[in-house]
C-alpha cells in the first residue's frame, strides 16, 4: 500500500527566502506525482505535475523534482512571497484505469512579510 | 466560469437525516471523483466514474452513494448520517483519469456539519 509522507508538516519563513518542501513515499511503480496548493476555505489547485519518466518540471518560482529510486520529490519555491502562504500538498497516482490519487498530509506554509 | 462547481459550500444536518451534495464540471472531461478530508486534512479518494460507471469504491460504507446522471455531473447522497461524516467533501474531475500528463481539478469542497 502506498503511504506519502511530507515534511515538515508546518514551515514559517521570512518574505524572500527560497525553501523546500519534502514529500516521500514507499512505492516507486507510481504514474506521475503532484504538487497541489489548497488555501483555507478552498479547493486545491494543480501547481505542477511530473510524469513517471520525467525528473523535475518548472512553472514559474516553483520547481518541482522527481526521484523514484529514493521515493522523493521535492518542490522548492523561490524568492517566497506572503501569497505563497498555503498548504502545499503532495499526491501520486497509482495508474490502472481512472484511478485516484493519494496524498499525503500536506505542509502548511506561512511567508512572514 | 467555475471549471468544478459543488453545492452546498456549507451543510449542517442532524444525525440520522438524508442530504445530498452536488457536483458539475464544464471542462469536458470524463472522469470525476469524490475525495473526503477529514479534521486532520487527509485528503482520501471516496470514488471514481469514468463516463458515468462506477470506476473505484474505496472502503465507504454503503450509507454514500454516488450517483452520475450523466458525464458531467457526479453527486453524492447520503443517508442516515452519523457524527464521523463530518468531514469536507470534495469533487474532482480529469481529462480521461488514464493519462499520465493529466491534471485533477477540484471543486471547492463541501464542509458537511453533522450534529
Known amino acids: 500500500k502506498q503511504e506519502v509522507t511530507q515534511i515538515p508538516a508546518a514551515l514559517s519563513v521570512p518574505e524572500g527566502e527560497n525553501l523546500v518542501l519534502n514529500c516521500s513515499f514507499t512505492?516507486?511503480?507510481?504514474?506521475?506525482l503532484q504538487w497541489f496548493r489548497q488555501d483555507p476555505g478552498k479547493g486545491l489547485t494543480s501547481l505542477l505535475l511530473i510524469q513517471s519518466s520525467q525528473r523535475e518540471q518548472t512553472s514559474g518560482r516553483l520547481n518541482a523534482s522527481l526521484d523514484k529510486s529514493s521515493g522523493r520529490s521535492t518542490l522548492y519555491i523561490a524568492a517566497s512571497q506572503p501569497g505563497d502562504s498555503a498548504t502545499y500538498l503532495c499526491?501520486?497516482?497509482?495508474?490502472?484505469?481512472?484511478?485516484?490519487?493519494?496524498f499525503g498530509k500536506g505542509t502548511h506554509l506561512i511567508i512572514q512579510p | 466560469d467555475t471549471a468544478v462547481s459543488q453545492t452546498p459550500k456549507y451543510l449542517v444536518t442532524q444525525m440520522g437525516n438524508d442530504k445530498s451534495i452536488k457536483c458539475e464540471q464544464n471542462?469536458?472531461?470524463?472522469?470525476m471523483y469524490w475525495y473526503k478530508q477529514d479534521s486532520k486534512k487527509f485528503l482520501k479518494i471516496m470514488f471514481s466514474y469514468n463516463n458515468k460507471e462506477l470506476i473505484i469504491n474505496e472502503t465507504v460504507p454503503n450509507r454514500f452513494s454516488p450517483k452520475s446522471p450523466d458525464k458531467a455531473h457526479l453527486n453524492l447522497h447520503i443517508n442516515s448520517l452519523e457524527l464521523g461524516d463530518s468531514a469536507v467533501y470534495f469533487c474532482?474531475?480529469?481529462?480521461?483519469?488514464?493519462?499520465?500528463?493529466?491534471?485533477?481539478?477540484f471543486g471547492s469542497g463541501t464542509q458537511l456539519s453533522v450534529l
Open positions: 471542462l469536458g472531461h470524463d472522469t
Open positions: 499526491a501520486l497516482h497509482r495508474g490502472g484505469g481512472a484511478d485516484g490519487l493519494t
Open positions: 474532482a474531475s480529469s481529462q480521461y483519469g488514464t493519462a499520465a500528463n493529466e491534471k485533477l481539478f
Open positions: 512505492d516507486s511503480a507510481i504514474y506521475n
